[in-house]
């Protein structure tokens, strides 16, 4: 572990002894049942990976360009950020609906906002009908990935939890290898559903969470929060302790919980936007969620992201077969390594996941930089050829941390009465980083062409600075002392001070009724 000012040393998790060790993922139905809730819920992020790699997909279809006019410069810019600017229409509310309806209900809203908007993009017979609808989606998807994140570290199994949330935002590819390859396919197609067809594919997460997501469990926390207290502990012993309400493990999550909201409701008096800055825990939360928002969005990744195919095209890459093909390998690549960071996010900590990641992420970058300049000068194929390897590279350090990372490192520092405020504004920051980036990178890349690549070397190298003296590590703990730990030592013992008290009584009583029955048994 990388030693640093702000890090925190690991230690087991104080939940660990009241884990049943034979309740696994694998063989408890409960669990099973439960994780598969999670994955509907998890593919939210898949919608907003499809869109993304649509959008580069479309791009080199000759048949979306002949139907639109063949966009460039600012009209292309509108068409990849208007998305962003649905999401940004979104955002006062998506945090009101999350904790005033609950979490399971805002994920609906944002699915049934997403199957109509979905709908119309794929009729679209103009460019004002087509960005019209990406506003829509932009606009549902606000609502949805408000919740969804929320709701999956809020429901999950203890010991899975940072790793099933973790996985969110990896799910990112699963939509982006759909879309890519999809657009591979219809690229034979000579008429308008060469990009019909996948614009209609785009909808099949948001069918499926519109038909399925109110059956899903709803948080125990927000119920506890509702005062709806028996109804979360129940949620709680159905699906981690085989319904059985006493388990130890069960009681000690509802007492922590319990315990977690009565102190900021209290003690730290956490309601309201103003809270968010109003102690030095929140502005420490603050300055970690902004700075990660940014960053994800920031760290050269956009370049590639969403204009793949002019940087391709400065490197001599020209055929849209080839385009797609290349894309569509690359967001495999992306998944199996982000799905892999997900699953080591508890052995590794998220604190040596981010430093190993914006290293090598500055390290690949400046390899790219220097080989798309020696393209750019000589036109040496073996340079650009370089240029996509380490595109490849670059994308496997940052999937280390900031695909999986960003969302559950976020959702799990913020106390519940800040979660879906906390998240929306740290939602609010990548829209604005990208809707900035989507309009800049075009533009830069066309006037200062390979240089344009420093700028990103230089700011990678100050994220990882940045990284290092800010970013708190959180491994081993529930989620309720996660959040606490940014609220000092007084704080994380007072919560599981409480829990552990309500543990110390269950035992007392117990004891005391094996006791009496032993004293009744020898009358």
Same mark, same amino acid.
């Given at each position: 572990?990388?030693?640093?000012?702000?890090?925190?040393?690991?230690?087991?998790?104080?939940?660990?002894?009241?884990?049943? =060790?034979?309740?696994?993922?694998?063989?408890?139905?409960?669990?099973?049942?439960?994780?598969?809730?999670?994955?509907?819920?998890?593919?939210?992020?898949?919608?907003?990976?499809?869109?993304?790699?649509?959008?580069?997909?479309?791009?080199?279809? +000759?048949?979306?360009?002949?139907?639109?006019?063949?966009?460039?410069?600012?009209?292309?810019?509108?068409?990849?950020?208007?998305?962003?600017?649905?999401?940004?229409?979104?955002?006062?509310?998506?945090?009101?609906?999350?904790?005033?309806?609950?979490?399971?209900?805002?994920?609906?809203?944002?699915?049934?906002?997403?199957?109509?908007?979905?709908?119309?993009?794929?009729?679209?017979?103009?460019?004002?009908?087509?960005?019209?609808?990406? %506003?829509?989606?932009?606009?549902?998807?606000?609502?949805?990935?408000?919740?969804?994140?929320?709701?999956?570290?809020?429901?999950? !199994?203890?010991?899975?939890?940072? +790793?099933?949330?973790?996985?969110?935002?990896?799910?990112?590819?699963?939509?982006?290898?759909?879309?890519?390859?999809?657009?591979?396919?219809?690229?034979?197609?000579?008429?308008?559903?060469?990009?019909?067809? =996948?614009?209609?594919?785009?909808?099949?997460?948001?069918?499926?969470?519109?038909?399925?997501?109110?059956?899903?469990?709803?948080?125990?926390?927000?119920?506890?929060?509702?005062?709806?207290?028996?109804?979360?502990?129940?949620?709680?012993?159905?699906?981690?302790?085989?319904?059985?309400?006493?388990?130890?493990?069960?009681?000690?999550?509802?007492?922590?919980?319990?315990?977690?909201?009565?102190?900021?409701?209290?003690?730290?008096?956490?309601?309201?936007?103003?809270?968010?800055?109003?102690?030095?825990?929140?502005?420490?939360?603050?300055?970690?969620?902004?700075?990660?928002?940014?960053?994800?969005?920031?760290?050269?990744?956009?370049?590639?992201?969403?204009?793949?195919?002019?940087?391709?095209?400065?490197?001599?890459?020209?055929?849209?077969?080839?385009?797609?093909?290349?894309?569509?390998?690359?967001?495999?690549?992306?998944?199996?390594?982000?799905? %892999?960071?997900?699953?080591?996010?508890?052995?590794?900590?998220?604190?040596?996941?981010?430093?190993?990641?914006?290293?090598?992420?500055?390290?690949?970058?400046?390899?790219?930089?220097?080989?798309?300049?020696?393209?750019?000068?000589?036109?040496? +194929?073996?340079?650009?050829?370089?240029?996509?390897?380490?595109?490849?590279?670059? !994308?496997?350090?940052?999937?280390?941390?900031?695909?999986?990372?960003?969302?559950?490192?976020?959702?799990?520092?913020?106390? !519940?009465?800040?979660?879906?405020?906390?998240?929306?504004?740290?939602?609010?920051?990548?829209?604005?980083?990208?809707?900035?980036?989507?309009?800049?990178? +075009?533009?830069?890349?066309?006037?200062?062409?390979?240089?344009?690549?420093?700028?990103?070397?230089?700011?990678?190298?100050?994220?990882?600075?940045?990284?290092?003296?800010?970013?708190?590590?959180?491994?081993?703990?529930?989620?309720?002392?996660?959040?606490?730990?940014?609220?000092?030592?007084?704080?994380?013992?007072?919560?599981?001070?409480?829990?552990?008290?309500?543990?110390?009584?269950?035992?007392?009583?117990?004891?005391?009724?094996?006791?009496?029955?032993?004293?009744?048994?020898?009358?």
């Amino acid at each position: 572990m990388v030693a640093g000012g702000t890090a925190v040393g690991a230690r087991d998790a104080s939940f660990a002894h009241l884990v049943d =060790p034979r309740r696994k993922w694998y063989n408890n139905k409960r669990i099973i049942i439960l994780n598969a809730w999670i994955v509907l819920l998890l593919i939210t992020s898949s919608t907003n990976g499809y869109d993304g790699s649509m959008m580069n997909g479309l791009q080199s279809l +000759p048949q979306w360009e002949s139907a639109f006019g063949y966009p460039t410069g600012g009209k292309l810019g509108l068409l990849n950020a208007i998305q962003n600017i649905g999401a940004l229409a979104g955002y006062p509310f998506a945090p009101y609906m999350s904790d005033g309806i609950g979490r399971r209900r805002t994920v609906w809203f944002g699915a049934t906002i997403m199957c109509i908007a979905t709908a119309v993009q794929t009729a679209s017979k103009s460019v004002g009908m087509f960005i019209g609808a990406r %506003f829509l989606i932009g606009f549902g998807l606000t609502f949805a990935a408000n919740s969804a994140p929320m709701l999956v570290t809020e429901i999950s !199994y203890p010991t899975y939890r940072a +790793p099933l949330t973790s996985m969110y935002n990896s799910l990112w590819y699963s939509g982006s290898i759909v879309a890519a390859w999809t657009t591979y396919g219809t690229f034979k197609i000579n008429n308008t559903w060469a990009w019909r067809l =996948p614009s209609l594919l785009q909808a099949v997460p948001s069918i499926l969470q519109f038909a399925l997501v109110l059956f899903a469990p709803e948080s125990p926390r927000w119920l506890i929060s509702k005062g709806r207290e028996a109804e979360a502990l129940q949620t709680l012993a159905y699906y981690h302790a085989d319904g059985n309400d006493q388990d130890p493990l069960v009681q000690y999550e509802f007492e922590e919980i319990r315990a977690a909201l009565q102190f900021d409701r209290t003690v730290a008096s956490n309601v309201g936007w103003k809270s968010l800055i109003a102690t030095p825990g929140n502005r420490k939360r603050m300055r970690i969620i902004v700075a990660l928002a940014f960053f994800s969005q920031w760290s050269g990744n956009g370049l590639v992201s969403y204009y793949l195919t002019e940087v391709f095209d400065q490197i001599g890459i020209t055929g849209p077969s080839t385009q797609l093909l290349i894309n569509g390998i690359l967001q495999i690549w992306n998944l199996g390594w982000a799905v %892999f960071a997900a699953l080591m996010v508890n052995r590794l900590g998220r604190r040596f996941l981010f430093l190993t990641s914006a290293s090598l992420m500055t390290l690949f970058y400046m390899a790219q930089a220097i080989c798309f300049s020696q393209y750019t000068q000589h036109k040496a +194929p073996a340079a650009g050829h370089a240029v996509i390897g380490f595109i490849f590279l670059f !994308y496997a350090a940052y999937d280390l941390a900031f695909t999986p990372l960003i969302v559950s490192y976020t959702v799990e520092i913020l106390p !519940y009465n800040l979660r879906a405020k906390g998240f929306n504004i740290f939602s609010f920051v990548i829209s604005l980083a990208l809707i900035f980036n989507q309009y800049v990178n +075009p533009i830069a890349l066309d006037a200062l062409g390979w240089k344009y690549y420093l700028v990103y070397v230089f700011w990678l190298a100050f994220e990882l600075v940045y990284l290092w003296f800010f970013l708190v590590e959180t491994k081993n703990r529930t989620l309720e002392e996660t959040a606490a730990l940014f609220d000092g030592e007084e704080a994380l013992q007072q919560i599981a001070h409480q829990a552990e008290t309500h543990e110390v009584r269950e035992k007392a009583s117990l004891e005391r009724e094996s006791f009496v029955a032993v004293d009744a048994s020898r009358a």
